[in-house]
């Protein structure tokens, strides 16, 4: 089953690929990268939409596992260009 | 493997593609070339449309061009069903992506938060497509190719050699666009492989991720992508496209699409699949999506959008292919020299091999530089003196010196140039335009050769006026010269058709244009993207004029209209924004007005052809193109005043008997030019605008010749530069003729010293430097060159002075040639107007009924309607009303000088009404036309209102009111519509259960069995039915027996201004009196002053003038302001009336939004040294305020003339305009106006030219207002006490 989540999320990167990142308190270590993509904001539905680049969201769905007996689940974590904040969006597990 | 190699685009989707692509070809091409590519490809969607232009722009841009062409594959065949079948997960990415996931974790889930669409496979994307397959029959069928999978189509290069054909590859691509607009649906073109395979010749299919195979990999079926793959490499040369535009699933599907493509062994290219110039124009290309598939933008329609489908440089598309091949090992892949091993290497380097196998060369492959005409049998040049002699003969002219000289002249220019066969050709399709026995005119320069003249092309002897060839034609300029040919507007159709049966579709076509955005509908477009209501969306496009779309913010702000009118308000500023972003690009293909291509043979190889709306073969290029790619083009431009005159000449023969040859009338008839010297010109052909009417009061024309300077000189160059003063003053005899030098006293001798024409400024410069004509014509082009202007001077003054002209003298000239040449006219371009002008002039001086019969019918001018049939009116002709026992379709001639209106003046009439009606007369009664004439109900209706049945109960006694019947229509239609309700039960109207029977009264059954659109179930009438008939015809009834039920003069009769208000909404005429006649009353106690006697007023004269708006109009002007210029008609003629940008702040909501008006201003006089007597009726007013008529009446209606005189003093009365409603609350229009710097300045951003000439950013842009050949609906406003509707009972 997957779970909606869209909490913040601490990562800890290198040249913008996930390498760990802490949720609810616990450390979970990225193994693998299944899937990495980019989608623009909506920027018709704001206010004011600044009609140059919009903004975009890399999304990222990786394996990870906190560490010790836990089997890795998939992550899919999101990271607004605009703003640089990371968050995780589901987990499959 | 090679070595590093720049990346070229391969894919690439250019503004030519509709609503797709953003770019302009030459935009791309300049950005290929920045980034170091060594070609580029232009790809667009459905067709070539760009292709000329890319290949121009390529060579511009120094780098090879590539053309192809990304077409649907057609739903239903084997290949677009892999794809259809694909649709049901193909938009679920996340889902099919990862199948580790999918076989663990199942592809439900809840509904994403995420903006990535279908993030999981989750339910809402998924369904969409589903029912649509379920449903297929429910997708409009210009969307059927939004759902297809698509293929890209590239010809490769050949270098054909310079032979007749173009190379295989564009040949193929050509035939194949053409093939998939051929097949199905016109407007849908599309494709199958077996198609593609009938045109494989030089053509490689890409198979990329849009694909039948891209997409059945994306759908994890690599079986069919496999099958259907083989299927493609079965038809035709065969790669794969690899395109990660890195949305969700993209660098996995394209990773399977490569490593299918190694599986196979079929080579794989990379690509961007390119459809914007870079990132930032991602949302102009979202909201082109929106607008192309009639959706709001939303996530569901836009699964996946990014921004990264711009023209990437070699860098960033080595990083794709890094990406896809999972590989980024290789740091350096540009340099490094490929051993590494990286699988990306393999991939760029096919690329970049594939681009240079199709890099075309222009010449040799497109053919484009060499001229292409159609084939002529013999020798073309010894045909075309042949004819030119027999013309000699035929005008009269064979011993005549001067034209033979003229004659070996010209055709010495004509056979180095290589066209006689070009000039054998147009004579022929004119012959065959005017064999067919429409009339045909020449436009344009081609008036000036005598070629022309003598083979029947031009009827303007050039010899006589003066004009010179070289303005046409000169000595080493290449390409075609241009001859416009002016034709019926009414026939034009029927003179295409004669030309591409005579030519064949394989040589001959109709020239396309593109229609691009502009203001209105770049807003439309944008609105509706971004969900506005469409009330709303209509309101704020219809606010705006005919400016282009990136000035509408701009226009928000200049003009006064729009600053009134609560537009500029932050919530709409984006919408704005968003809609200027679309400026210029191309919406949809239309058939250009007037040209038409001829070709050799090979037409069909070097321009794709698909149909016009017409079933017109119509060709993908442009004028530009046409002419770029050397066929003739030819003008055939539908004119129609010729149709208004070709209907006036039938009319005439009608009604007299005789026929009168217009093209042999004498040209110098002192009547006529005493008509138009009055300014009596109304209708006329070229000298009916206000302005032009002041001009030939001024001008008071005496022969053709003051016509042409007439023509010449109503432009807004000599206007404005006032050549025309000193032009009069000279003619007038008022100053002596005034020339630079002695030499130039017979090149301007015809206008005492003014340059006026081309010709001149040709004459003069060969006179001063010797050069020859057709080297001053070379250096004429280059003055209106601003870069080339000051080679041009040089060259003159040195040439000048070498023979023996002064300084001084060489100075002023040169001052005279640039202040003027680039103003000038061509001569023949006048002389050829000249000549219908002085046709219609004549034909309403001599048969004005007639004259006025054409022109309604065919409505040629500028003016509305009704003001023609006020200018009949006043000429003394009789206004008939429409009748239906005596109206003909289109309006005529009723002897002596009578005009009777057309029955398809009638608003919402259809041509088969019109047909019945006639066929089925004479009728006896209402019953009797209803019966048998099968006209609506509603237009039956109007018919009665405007008093088209009048006449059928014109006999003694009394007669029905039209109000009576109306009523009985009423009656004659209710039952009927009780019967059509029968069948559903729950619509079983009350009136047939009386009794309890579902029986009908003998009443109920005769009524309604006249009903003529019953369908077939109707019972047929009984004898006893009939009976009602004709034996219980009382008086006045004419004998229908409605006269039982509607008694005679039971509702009481329309009044005389219900009757024009009734002509105004149905006819838009006011046919029985004159609007304004309703107001007589009120003008005399405001003592406004009648436009029959305005010109007795001296200049400068506070007065107030009231009539009709007949028309608005915003010229340019010297001063770069914006004037308003508007005719007002107040029965007794036309006054002109200039708004200038000081009142347009609070005259121009008004002035655009009412109909009727009152105005103040100042008489203004034109021309101040002019003697009264010459003056004739030169009058205007210069506006500074103005009112609503309408509303002024209703103020004195209810209060009185004093309480008008306070409102107009107090200037607080609104108008009528929506703009002006809006007043009160208009807060940034107030806020605009705290700007006084704005004010009574010229606009913003206006074009100044180099001669010192200004011209406002809205000039010539029309008004914002509503149609001014419409009047509104509502004339009067509803006040209490005035009879609400028709039927007062």
Known sequence: MSRVYGERVEITARDNRPLRFVWRGRLYGVLAVLEHWVVSSQWWQRNNPDTGVPPEREFWRVEASPGGNIPPAVYELRRDAGTGDWLLVRVWD | ?1289
């Open chain 2, 1 to 1289: 493997m090679s070595g590093p190699a720049e990346f070229a685009h391969l894919h690439v989707a250019s503004s030519y593609s509709m609503r797709y692509g953003t770019a302009g070809p030459a935009m791309l091409a300049a950005r290929a070339r920045e980034s170091g590519m060594p070609a580029l490809a232009l790809t667009d969607r459905d067709g070539l449309y760009g292709a000329v232009k890319h290949a121009a722009a390529c060579r511009q841009a120094e780098i090879s061009p590539i053309l192809g062409v990304d077409l649907a594959l057609r739903a239903g065949t084997p290949a677009a069903r892999g794809g259809r079948e694909a649709l049901g997960v193909w938009d679920a990415p996340g889902g099919r992506e990862a199948p580790r996931i999918r076989g663990a974790l199942g592809i439900g889930g809840a509904p994403g938060i995420g903006e990535a669409p279908g993030t999981g496979g989750s339910g809402s994307s998924h369904r969409k497509p589903r029912g649509r397959r379920a449903n297929p029959a429910a997708v409009p069928p210009r969307l059927a190719n939004e759902t297809a999978a698509r293929v890209t189509l590239l010809a490769l290069g050949e270098g054909g050699g310079p032979g007749e054909s173009p190379a295989p590859g564009w040949a193929s691509l050509c035939r194949l666009v053409s093939a998939a607009h051929q097949s199905g649906e016109r407007g849908v073109p599309a494709i199958t492989p077996d198609l593609v395979a009938d045109h494989a010749d030089g053509l490689v299919v890409l198979l990329g991720p849009a694909s039948d195979v891209g997409r059945a990999i994306a759908a994890r079926r690599p079986d069919r992508a496999a099958a259907a793959l083989a299927r493609w490499r079965e038809r035709a040369e065969t790669v794969i496209e690899i395109v990660d535009h890195h949305g969700p699933g993209d660098t996995g599907n394209a990773a399977r699409m490569l490593r299918l493509a190694r599986e196979v062994g079929v080579p794989a290219v990379l690509t961007n699949a390119v459809r914007y110039l870079e990132a930032a124009d991602a949302p102009v290309a979202q909201v082109l999506d929106a607008a192309r598939q009639l959706v709001p933008l939303g996530r569901r329609h836009l699964a996946g959008h990014n921004a990264q489908a711009y023209l990437k440089d070699s860098e960033q598309m080595a990083r794709v292919a890094a990406r896809v091949c999972g590989s980024g090992s290789c740091p350096g892949l540009r340099s490094c020299p490929g051993r590494c091993g990286d699988p990306a290497h393999q991939l760029l380097a096919d690329t970049a091999a594939l681009a240079r196998q199709c890099s075309l060369s222009q010449a040799d492959d497109l053919g484009i530089g060499r001229m292409h005409l159609p084939e002529t049998a013999g020798d073309a040049l010894a045909q075309l003196r042949q004819r030119c002699q027999a013309g000699l003969a035929r005008r009269g002219l064979d011993s005549d010196r001067d034209a033979a000289r003229r004659l070996d002249y010209e055709l010495g220019i004509i056979a180095r140039a290589g066209l006689a066969s070009y000039f054998l050709t147009v004579a022929d399709v004119a012959a065959l335009i005017s064999g067919r026995g429409i009339r045909c005119a020449i436009r344009g320069s081609g008036a000036g050769c005598l070629v022309n003249y003598l083979i029947g092309i031009s009827g303007i002897d050039p010899l006589e006026h003066d004009l010179v060839m070289e303005r046409f034609l000169s000595e080493g300029r290449k390409g075609l010269p241009d001859i416009d040919l002016d034709v019926e507007s009414a026939r034009r159709i029927e003179a295409y058709r004669a030309i591409i049966e005579r030519y064949g579709e394989e040589r001959c076509g109709c020239v396309s244009m593109m229609e691009t955005y502009r203001a209105r509908s770049a807003i439309r477009d944008a609105a509706a993207a971004l969900g506005l209501p469409p009330h709303e969306i209509d309101a704020i496009a219809k606010a705006f004029g005919h400016i282009r779309a990136r000035g509408i913010r701009r226009a928000l702000a200049d003009l006064p209209e729009l600053r009134a009118s609560n537009l500029a308000i932050p919530q709409l500023t984006s919408l704005f924004r968003i809609a200027e972003r679309l400026d210029g690009l191309p919406r949809h293909i239309a058939m250009h007005p007037c040209g038409v291509v001829l070709s050799s043979a090979t037409l069909l190889d070097r321009v794709p052809v698909e149909r016009s709306a017409d079933g017109l073969p119509l060709c993908q290029f442009d004028m530009d193109d046409v002419e770029a790619a050397g066929m003739i083009k030819l003008d055939v431009l539908g004119v129609r005043m010729q149709s208004a005159m070709a209907y006036a000449l039938d009319e005439i023969e009608r009604t007299r008997g005789e026929r009168v040859d217009i093209d042999a009338i004498s040209q110098d008839d002192k009547p006529t030019f005493e008509m138009i010297s009055s300014g009596r010109t109304i209708g006329c052909f070229q000298i009916e605008s206000p302005g032009q009417r002041e001009l030939v009061t001024r001008l008071t024309p005496r022969g053709i010749g003051d016509l042409i300077v007439d023509i010449s000189l109503f432009r807004p160059g000599p206007v404005n530069s006032d050549m025309i003063t000193p032009y009069l003053d000279i003619k007038h005899q008022r100053r002596p003729p005034c020339y630079p030098h002695e030499d130039l006293t017979d090149p301007l001798g015809e206008t005492g010293g003014v340059v006026i024409f081309h010709e001149q400024v040709l004459r003069v410069i060969d006179t001063m430097t010797g050069c020859g004509l057709s080297e001053a014509e070379r250096r004429r082009r280059q003055l209106s060159d601003e870069s080339a202007r000051e080679d041009v001077r040089t060259w003159f003054g040195g040439a000048a002075r070498a023979r023996g002209y002064d300084h001084a003298i060489v100075a002023r000239v040169w001052e005279v040639l640039e202040a003027f040449g680039a103003f000038g006219f061509c001569k023949a371009h006048a002389a050829a107007f000249a000549i219908p002008t002085y046709q219609s002039a004549w034909l309403k001086r001599h048969y004005p009924a007639a004259f006025y019969a054409g022109v309604l019918t065919h409505d040629p001018g500028m003016y509305p309607k009704r003001v023609i049939t006020g200018d009949a009116r006043l000429a003394g002709i009789r206004l008939l009303p429409v009748d239906v026992n005596a109206s003909a379709g289109d309006w005529q001639v009723e002897p002596p000088e009578s005009l009777r209106v057309g029955l398809r003046e009638v608003k919402g009439i259809s041509d088969a009404e019109v047909t019945r009606i006639i066929i089925g007369r004479p009728y006896a009664s209402l019953r009797d036309f209803w019966r048998r004439a099968g006209v609506s109900r509603p237009v039956t209706e109007r018919l009665v209102l405007v008093g088209a049945l009048d006449s059928l109960y014109a006999g003694p006694g009394p007669r029905p009111t039209r109000r009576d019947l109306l009523a009985r229509i009423g009656v004659l239609a209710g039952p009927a519509r009780l019967v059509r309700a029968r069948p559903g039960p729950s619509h079983a109207a009350p009136a047939i259960s009386s009794g309890g029977s579902t029986e009908r009264g003998p009443d109920q059954l005769a009524l309604g069995s006249d009903q003529p659109a019953l369908g077939p179930d109707q019972p047929a009438l009984g004898p006893d039915q009939l009976a009602l008939g004709p034996d219980a015809s009382g008086r006045g009834d004419s004998g229908d027996g409605l006269a039982r039920i509607v008694q005679v003069g039971e509702l009481p009769e329309l009044s005389a201004a219900e009757r024009v208000e009734a002509e105004l909404e149905i006819l838009g005429i006011d046919v029985s009196r004159h609007v304004i006649s309703f107001y007589e009353e009120m003008l005399r106690a405001l003592g406004v002053v009648r436009a029959e006697h305005l010109h007795r007023c001296r200049s400068g004269t506070s007065v107030l003038v009231a009539g009709v708006k007949t028309s608005t109009q915003t010229p340019a002007v010297r001063s770069g302001q914006r004037v308003i210029f508007a005719t007002l008609d107040d029965a007794t003629g036309q006054m002109n009336l200039a708004f200038f940008e000081s009142v347009q702040e609070r005259c121009a909501a008004r002035l655009f939004g009412s109909w009727l008006l009152v105005v103040r201003g100042r008489v203004r006089r034109p021309g101040r040294r002019m003697a009264p007597a010459q003056e004739g009726r030169a009058v205007s007013v210069n506006a500074t305020e103005c009112w609503d008529l309408a509303v002024l009446e209703e103020i004195r209606l209810s209060r009185g003339i004093r309480a008008v005189r306070a409102a107009m003093a107090a200037g607080d009365v609104p108008g009528a305009g929506i703009a002006a409603a809006d007043r009160e609350t208009a807060q940034p229009a107030d806020r605009d106006a705290a700007h006084p710097a704005d004010r009574g300045q010229r606009a913003s951003g206006a074009v100044v030219y180099p001669t010192g000439f200004t011209l406002s950013p809205y000039a010539e842009t029309g008004s914002s207002g509503g149609a001014m050949k419409d009047p509104p609906r509502k004339l009067w406003h509803a006040s209490p006490g005035s009879s609400g509707g028709w039927i007062s009972g």
